[in-house]
């Protein structure tokens, strides 16, 4: 007798205060939906369930949610910590749904302080940040090292002055799983400081796609100046090379961090010249923002090009579990 096929049976699972509430909700689901996106966006949780019975409980607004999905004969996979902040029911037939995110940014790094920052490099910037607000941080290699000679924090909370030196340094700038990051966009790093493997992907891992390509901010190259205090005179940094050169607005200290500014905005240029979409029937539980993508079996150009994930939705419901992400071309895009 020939063996019966194997068929891949999507799962969850989550608790509340570390209690699984899986069972009692099994047999209820309407629909999962996971949004993870990078930087400072919350990720999101929207969960629908069917309360036909009148049994289920509301929980509190607060309540924290861990969230696991993925295959169940291939291992559940962490999606991190939810906080529930709305919840909804309505009928009939009743249903109740709850959307919780991530805790973020604006509610971790409250309240503005001023402190001069002094030849010191970012990778002690951030500790000393994440110190401040109990978090462990996350620094990417490229950047722990980079020196600044000075940097004013002038009546100005964490949050902003974290964000404008992700803004120099084209970093990401963000708390993720009570962890604060500072990574470079497309270090391809985990919450955790693990580099993420890359992904293939081929035509037939997809049900839907959507490649699109613009040369509006078609620059060839970045300038930005800064003051020259011994010769007295502006002077200009220039990364990329060619005829269209974009000018950046301010002003630097000195030609490292005027270099330093040229080059992050040029790796965002670069970035940001071709996008694409992809539907997956099956989910992709292993693919989150900042994965490096490869893919197969399209268009030469969309094949011949690098890309990274900026953006996932995980959605989990009676007609299984598939996955979309979003992706942009990694800085330097060709592979």
Same mark, same amino acid.
């Given at each position: ?58 929980? &509190? ?12 004969? +291939? ?17 009939? &037939? ?11 940014? #604006? ?14 490099? @970012?990778?002690? /910037?951030?500790?000393? /940040? ?28 964490? @949050?902003?002055?974290?964000?404008? @030196? ?20 497309? +270090?391809?790093?985990?919450?955790? *400081? /693990?580099? @993420?493997? *890359?992904?293939?992907?081929? #035509? ?35 990364? *990329? +090379? ?25 790796? #965002? ?5 071709? +996008? ?43 007609? *299984? ?15």
């Amino acid at each position: 007798m020939s063996e019966k096929p194997q068929y891949r049976r999507p799962g969850y699972r989550i608790t509340i205060g570390g209690q699984d509430i899986t069972p009692r909700i099994n047999g209820r689901l309407i629909n999962l939906r996971i949004t993870s996106q990078r930087g400072q966006e919350a990720d999101q949780l929207d969960l629908a369930l069917t309360d036909h019975d009148g049994q289920l409980e509301l929980p &509190p607004r607060g309540a924290r949610l861990t969230v696991a999905i993925g295959w169940q004969d +291939e291992g559940l996979l962490d999606r991190g910590v939810f906080i529930v902040d709305e919840i909804e029911h309505s009928g009939s &037939p009743d249903q109740l749904t709850i959307r919780a995110r991530a805790a973020d940014m #604006r509610n971790l790094l409250p309240g503005k302080r001023s402190q001069s920052w002094h030849d010191i490099t @970012l990778g002690d /910037i951030v500790d000393t /940040i994440a110190k401040r607000h109990e978090l462990s941080p996350v620094i990417g290699d490229t950047l722990r090292g980079i020196r600044l000679g000075h940097i004013d924090q002038t009546d100005e909370s964490d @949050l902003n002055f974290l964000t404008r @030196l992700g803004q120099r340094y084209d970093a990401i700038a963000a708390v993720k799983s009570e962890r604060m990051l500072f990574t470079l966009a497309g +270090e391809a790093l985990t919450a955790s *400081g /693990i580099a @993420l493997p *890359g992904v293939t992907l081929t #035509r037939r891992d997809g049900d839907q796609h959507r490649y699109s390509q613009t040369d509006r901010d078609s620059y060839t190259g970045v300038r930005a100046h800064w003051n020259d205090k011994a010769g007295s005179k502006r002077q200009t940094a220039i990364a *990329g +090379e060619g005829e269209k050169f974009k000018d950046l607005r301010a002003t630097y200290a000195s030609e490292a961090d005027a270099l330093e500014a040229a080059k992050a905005e040029l790796r #965002r240029i670069q970035r940001g010249t071709a +996008e694409f979409g992809l539907t997956m029937a099956h989910g992709r539980a292993d693919i989150t923002p900042e994965t490096p993508i490869t893919l197969r079996g399209w268009k030469p150009q969309i094949d011949g090009t690098g890309w990274l994930v900026t953006e996932v939705t995980d959605s989990l419901d009676d007609s *299984g579990y598939g996955t979309t992400i979003k992706c942009e071309t990694r800085a330097g895009g060709e592979m």
